[in-house]
Structures are given as structure tokens and as C-alpha cells.
């Protein structure tokens, strides 16, 4: 079975561009999650979805950052415009509604020069 | 005060020791426990649910002390494999809102 799938695995960047990053939650999963890892501050999560629509984005560090669910095997967070300080390593997760065990994707190292 | 809390090591064992990690949550309204294990440069991986009576997979069992707040990860006879990063997470179901504690990482030495 296809895990969770994230792309682009890397992505690097100049500073001021826009970044897309994209992921599949795994077929039958209700919830997807985007989290931020740095050695910094750990892993941060962003935001969540529940039946394609946002519960909580409190975790979304400023207007630079959006994140959308159109359908329920598809996500994107965009980063516009990127800032060095968003250099990371970005993971989508997804788990059945209502349940805490999450499966994450490989992550998108983004490095924003 | 930290929603969930870890002490971030690093623990150095040598192999075929005994380790263990705990993890403090401060809203009594919490849920659900896992440990989630993470190798270096890689996602997040679900190592085991904690139930309330502790429950144990081979060589590593998990205990929950709600009345101080606290969940445990034990190791035992420690194998080169189990050097990463130990995440424990904690779950409100009702707010189904998912806090991740920074990690505890674990290097096995020879």
C-alpha cells in the first residue's frame, strides 16, 4: 500500500520566490496534517484538516504561508514569498478522523537561499 | 509551561542495556499516548500506542501514570537499530488536537 506521498523531496530556493509543496494522504484517511521540523523548535505542527476543510491553523507562522485541500487526496502548503527563516524540513501527515496515530511522508527539505 | 514535555538527551547507552525515557503532559484532558521513533533525517514513525494498563512489544513497553501526568517508554537488552529519536505524543480527542514533544534522542553504543 502507498504510504503518504510528499513532493519535491528537495527544494531550494531563492528568497522572495514562491514555494509549493504537495502531498497524498493515504486512500480512506480523513485528516492531514502539515508539520514544520527545524533543529530549532522540533517539529511545529501548522495546520490540520478534517474532510478537507481547516480546524485549526493557529500554527501557521504569518500570511506568507497557505495551505489548501481541494479534494481528499490532495494538499498543498505554498510559501509566498519564501524567506530564509522558512528553511526546513516540511511533513504531511494523515490519519483516520478522530484517531492520534498519524502515518507522515518522507518530508520536502526546503532551503531557501 | 510546555503541553507535553521531554528531557532531549542525549541518552548514550551501552548495547543490551536497559533504558528509559519519560514524558510529562500538563492538560489533564488528554487522551491518547503514543512514542513515535525517528531516524535521523527521516519522518516520524509510529512505534506504539500507550494504553492505560501499560502494554509492552518485545523489547519495549509503554506505561501511563495519569494521576502524574506522565508517559513512559522502557527499552530493554538495547540494539545498535534503536539509536533515534524518541517523540512522544499526546492526543484530545474531542479537540482533536495532536501535540508532539521535541524528542529524546537515544545513541546505542557498542
Known amino acids: 500500500d502507498a504510504g503518504v506521498i510528499q513532493s519535491p523531496r528537495h527544494e531550494v530556493t531563492e528568497m522572495g520566490q514562491e514555494v509549493t509543496l504537495r502531498c497524498k494522504p493515504i486512500?480512506?484517511?480523513?485528516?492531514l496534517f502539515w508539520y514544520r521540523q527545524t533543529m530549532m523548535r522540533g517539529l511545529e505542527l501548522l495546520i490540520y484538516?478534517?474532510?478537507?476543510?481547516?480546524?485549526?491553523d493557529s500554527g501557521m507562522p504569518e500570511d506568507r504561508f497557505s495551505a489548501k485541500m481541494p479534494n481528499a487526496s490532495f494538499s498543498t502548503l505554498k510559501i509566498q514569498p519564501s524567506e530564509p527563516r522558512d528553511s526546513a524540513v516540511y511533513f504531511c501527515?494523515?490519519?483516520?478522523?478522530?484517531?492520534?496515530?498519524?502515518?507522515f511522508g518522507p518530508g520536502t527539505r526546503l532551503t531557501v537561499l | 509551561r510546555k503541553e507535553v514535555e521531554q528531557d532531549p538527551g542525549p541518552f548514550n547507552v551501552p548495547e543490551g542495556a536497559t533504558v528509559a525515557f519519560n514524558c510529562t503532559y500538563s492538560?489533564?484532558?488528554?487522551?491518547?499516548f503514543f512514542w513515535y521513533r525517528q531516524d535521523c533525517r527521516k519522518e516520524p514513525k509510529l512505534l506504539m500506542s500507550v494504553y492505560s494498563s501499560g502494554n509492552e512489544d518485545g523489547r519495549f513497553t509503554a506505561q501511563l501514570n495519569r494521576a502524574s501526568q506522565y508517559i513512559s517508554l522502557l527499552i530493554r537488552d538495547s540494539k545498535l537499530s534503536d539509536s533515534a529519536t524518541y517523540l512522544c505524543?499526546?492526543?484530545?480527542?474531542?479537540?482533536?488536537?495532536?501535540?508532539f514533544g521535541t524528542g529524546t534522542k537515544l545513541q546505542v553504543i557498542p
Open positions: 492538560n489533564s484532558a488528554s487522551q491518547s
Open positions: 484538516f478534517n474532510n478537507n476543510v481547516p480546524i485549526d
Open positions: 486512500s480512506g484517511h480523513n485528516s
Open positions: 505524543v499526546v492526543y484530545r480527542r474531542g479537540y482533536q488536537k495532536v501535540t
Open positions: 501527515a494523515s490519519s483516520v478522523a478522530g484517531a492520534g496515530e498519524q502515518f
